[in-house]
């Protein structure tokens, strides 16, 4: 039960908590955010909770593994997200190529039956398609998350400069 549970089970603002233990507003604001509360702070809402300090420590490291967890969690689903929305869009490219292709290759032979510019169309097209299946499947990671971390360092360490 992390401290902030603890406070509106008993009926609480962090303004009566406060004044009950001791501490300041914004010391109850910063260990309800997740920030470690000295042995000090800790002594005082044990009593107040009338809990030993020993269980405060070990809800709060809980808490805080389970904040890290859920950013973690969060991080992944956005990540999912992303790569499920590329994989439809190469589908659709693909498919859509399947689908134009022999109507362009129609209309070449009904417009100019001399020259095959569809050929150049269909290269072209069928390049990018392969082009977006190496980046997508992860075959042509010249540009992976670690290269946008390093640029992304760089920029900001030659904005410190």
């Known amino acids: 039960m992390s401290i902030q549970k603890r406070r ?14 001791g501490l300041s507003v914004r010391t109850i604001q910063r260990i309800e955010n997740g920030n470690h509360a000295s042995l000090e702070s800790l002594k005082c809402l044990a009593a107040v909770f009338e809990t030993s300090v020993s269980e405060l420590i ?13 950013i973690d969690t969060q991080k992944t689903e ?5 790569y499920v929305q590329n994989l439809k ?3 659709m490219n693909w498919i859509v190529f399947i689908i134009l ?14 020259f095959l510019w569809v050929i150049i169309v269909g290269l072209a097209w069928a ?28 920029f900001m360490s030659s904005r410190k400069n």
């Open 8 to 21: 509106l089970d008993s009926g609480w603002s962090q303004e009566d908590l406060a004044l009950h233990s």
């Open 58 to 70: 070990q809800e709060q490291t809980m808490t805080n593994t389970s904040i890290a967890n859920q």
């Open 78 to 82: 956005k990540e999912a997200i992303t």
């Open 89 to 91: 869009a190469f589908h």
């Open 101 to 114: 292709m022999p109507c362009l290759y129609i209309l070449n032979i009904k417009l100019s039956p001399d």
């Open 127 to 154: 390049f990018a398609i392969a082009l977006h299946a190496l980046v997508i499947f992860g075959l042509f990671s010249v540009f992976n998350g670690k290269w946008e971390q390093q640029q992304f360092q760089k």
